[in-house]
């Protein structure tokens, strides 16, 4: 008996140390790839820091050299025609209508395929998620013309409107997934006490579907503050740039290049994006974990 004892000590020690070994053995690899990716980004904001002269000459070092300073960030923020806090204006308001459009417009069309019976639903369905296979390029010189004819070129009509007509299949695609998850017994017990379609959607869909709402509003954000093509395509007055068309200007074929500038303000640009992250990370985990769940 003793020695069936000791031998189950031996197994239980031994299957202990093998996890703990598993586990610090993962732990170093995970430090060792999230080092391998947070590299650059290192880089970036010391580079920020240097000289223009050392930039290109310090290595691979993510340590400012001695004589940091911010010069970098002043000439930046100052070294376009228009200042560069105007260009971070245009690119919020772009975005922040662009969440909204997003969200208001995908979450209705959502609802319509989720919860309404109407003809060619499951048609109309299938149409809608075919226009995600197709490629930017295919409808950009049909979208060019369009609203080139209706006078909206150089504005940020075509960067926005689009969004408050439901033209993202993937979100909606989405918060159907969420919305399908819902049990209808809310929506019977509603219409039993006299709600219609539209209060059903604003008084029981939509408080429920916050997190597939947020996870709607947190990618809308990041997809259009780094949107590069599409205010490439339509803007081309440096009033109305956003900061990513902003980054462009300090690159020149001429070699006149301000590369300290574009990296502080490529770091500036990096601020929003992590802020509105962290904000709503809680709602964006919960609405992709639970997307096409029963609940």
């Given at each position: 008996m003793t020695t069936d004892a000791e031998r189950l000590t031996v197994v239980t020690g031994s299957s202990v140390t093998r996890r703990k070994v598993i586990s610090i053995v993962s732990h170093v690899l995970l430090i060792g790839a999230s080092i391998v990716m947070l590299y650059p980004l290192l880089w970036l904001m010391a580079s920020s820091f240097r000289p223009e002269n050392e930039i290109f000459t310090s290595g691979v070092s993510v340590l400012p050299s001695a004589n940091w300073s911010f010069d970098s960030y002043v000439r930046g923020w100052n070294g376009l025609?228009?200042?560069?806090?105007?260009?971070?204006?245009?690119?919020?308001?772009?975005?922040?209508?662009?969440?909204?459009?997003?969200?208001?417009?995908?979450?209705?069309?959502?609802?319509?395929?989720?919860r309404l019976e109407f003809a060619g639903r499951r048609f109309w369905f299938a149409m809608m998620l075919m226009t995600l296979m197709l490629p930017y390029q295919v409808t950009l010189i049909p979208q060019y013309v369009l609203f080139l004819n209706l006078g909206w070129v150089n504005t940020i009509l075509p960067l926005v409107v689009p969004k408050f007509l439901a033209a993202d299949a993937f979100f909606i695609f989405l918060m159907v997934q969420f919305f399908r998850g819902i049990p209808k017994e809310l929506d019977e017990a509603a219409r039993m006490d006299g709600a219609g379609p539209w209060r059903i959607y604003w008084k029981i869909i939509l408080p429920l579907s916050?997190?597939?709402?947020?996870?709607?509003?947190?990618?809308?954000?990041?997809?259009?503050?780094?949107?590069?093509?599409?205010?490439?395509?339509?803007?081309?007055?440096?009033?109305?740039?956003?900061?990513?068309?902003?980054?462009?200007?300090?690159?020149?074929?001429?070699?006149?290049?301000?590369?300290?500038?574009?990296?502080?303000?490529?770091?500036?640009?990096?601020?929003?994006?992590?802020?509105f992250f962290l904000l709503f990370q809680r709602l964006l985990i919960e609405g992709i974990a639970t997307t096409g769940m029963k609940r």
């Open positions: 025609r228009v200042g560069f806090g105007q260009l971070f204006i245009n690119s919020f308001v772009i975005s922040a209508l662009s969440v909204i459009g997003n969200v208001v417009a995908c979450s209705l069309a959502a609802y319509a395929f989720a916050m997190p597939v709402l947020a996870t709607a509003a947190i990618f809308t954000f990041i997809w259009t503050w780094d949107d590069f093509f599409g205010p490439l395509i339509y803007l081309n007055d440096l009033r109305q740039y956003t900061v990513m068309l902003g980054l462009r200007t300090f690159t020149d074929n001429t070699g006149m290049s301000d590369y300290g500038g574009m990296f502080a303000m490529s770091v500036l640009s990096l601020v929003p994006i992590f802020v």
